[in-house]
């Protein structure tokens, strides 16, 4: 995924997520909220008519659905683990998950997409549950974050970081998926009225001689 990343403060003007507003119980609930509306609509697109859609890249450099799924997935697990490792270390240092990496070690691309989906919930849920019940004092425990760049990042951080990915990536995949496989629309039935007078108008002018020919002798 070559396209420029999304922040990691501030206000995201392409999601619309900000990391300043909301509080720790609303930003995990929408984050599963959102988590199963990335879920549905990978699972919806791979049951459709052409389910390989969801393997299409848009452009060459930007992911496909189930490569944007994976790569959620594979975030709420991480970040759960982070979670866990920043309550049983003084002082945390978070290996890089390799994002970009994971794209082609771990195949994304030929992953089930059914599977993935059921995977990306109940990561969500793992992660929900281990978020909720983090205290003021823990989610103001600092860890060596890698991404974008080394920095100590608090637990409170990563829990507003995670909820952008998710939100951001929703995004994605129903952006992409909506685009390649746009809303079937009916095409209008036939007006049997208009097409009968669209027939008299359309009449040739042979057609119209004959018949004047026809009156000429009937006189």
């Known amino acids: 995924m070559t396209k420029s990343r999304p922040p990691v403060d501030g206000l995201c003007d392409e999601c619309g997520f900000n990391y300043d507003t909301g509080d720790l119980q609303g930003t995990v609930t929408t984050l599963i909220r959102q988590s199963a509306e990335s879920s549905m609509a990978l699972t919806k697109a791979a049951a459709g008519k052409d389910p390989g859609v969801v393997r299409v890249r848009p452009e060459p450099e930007v992911w496909s659905a189930i490569e944007y799924a994976c790569h959620v997935r594979d975030v709420l697990e991480t970040q759960r683990f982070r979670i866990a490792q920043c309550l049983a270390e003084d002082r945390p240092v978070y290996a890089p998950m390799d994002r970009t990496g994971r794209v082609k070690q771990e195949k994304y691309e030929d992953q089930d997409p059914m599977e993935v989906a059921a995977a990306l919930m109940r990561f969500a849920r793992e992660f929900g549950a281990a978020a909720r019940v983090l205290t003021p004092p823990q989610l103001g425990k600092l860890g060596l974050y890698n991404y974008p760049v080394r920095a100590p990042r608090s637990l409170g951080w990563i829990i507003r970081h995670t909820a952008h990915e998710i ?4 995004h994605d995949i129903i952006k992409i998926l909506a685009v390649l496989e746009p809303p079937i629309i009916p095409a209008p039935k036939p007006d049997p009225a208009a097409e009968e007078g669209e027939t008299i108008e359309g009449q040739s002018e042979e057609v119209a001689e ?7 002798e009937r006189d």
């Open 167 to 170: 939100q951001h990536h929703r």
């Open 210 to 216: 004959a018949e004047d020919q026809a009156a000429g």
